[in-house]
């Protein structure tokens, strides 16, 4: 490649744009950041301000298992008296977008319980074995 070309692909490379920023990520770090982090694992000194365990702010390990509404739910009517409820604060659009960000930091989070089978059966109930059978 002669340098003529290195330098048009690099003028190229150069003038791509920016990713944008994840909107839910930015209601996240406007939000959330303060007492969980921007790794979402929570804050030790925020955690001993409320007398809880740093664990319990951690959203990577406590969501786990947890439905998108279940979240929702949380961000929307506070939690505990520790978490305030950001219902009036952030608009609907906004909290499911924080909700999807946060998935984002958490790549063994899932939302399984919102899953059907395929025979229509909810997820617990078709992993339970017929009464009788090994």
């Known amino acids: 490649m002669n ?6 692909l690099a003028a190229t490379v150069s003038a791509a744009p920016a990713p944008k ?3 839910g990520m930015k209601v996240f770090n406007a939000n959330c950041t303060a007492c969980h982090g921007k790794d ?3 804050k030790r000194a925020m955690a001993g301000a409320f007398g ?10 406590i969501l786990r298992g947890k439905t998108d509404a279940d979240v929702i739910k949380i ?15 952030l608009d609907e ?7 999807s960000y946060v998935r984002t ?3 063994k989070w899932t939302d399984k319980k919102d899953e ?19």
């Open 105 to 107: 930091l958490d790549p």
């Open 40 to 42: 979402a694992k929570g």
């Open 3 to 8: 340098f003529a070309m290195m330098l048009a």
């Open 21 to 23: 920023t994840d909107p």
């Open 52 to 61: 809880v365990k740093v664990e319990q702010m951690n959203l990577t390990e």
């Open 93 to 99: 659009a906004q909290i499911k977008a924080v909700v």
């Open 116 to 134: 059907p089978k395929a025979d229509g059966k909810d997820a617990a109930k078709a992993d339970e074995k017929p009464a009788g059978k090994n």
């Open 75 to 89: 961000v929307t009517e506070g939690l505990n008296k520790k978490m305030p409820p950001f219902k009036g604060k």
